[in-house]
């Protein structure tokens, strides 16, 4: 829970332009390695 935490505010640090673009990828790929 501490990455998944720590992904969720890297995220917020990002713009909010490249967010919501990228916050989809972003999540996908964040999923993919805290699932891997």
């Known amino acids: 829970m501490s ?3 720590v ?3 890297e995220s917020v640090h990002v713009p909010p332009i490249k967010e919501a ?5 972003d999540w996908k790929a964040a999923r993919e390695f805290l699932f891997i």
């Open 3 to 5: 990455k998944e935490k």
């Open 7 to 9: 992904i969720k505010k």
């Open 21 to 25: 673009g990228m916050e989809k990828v």
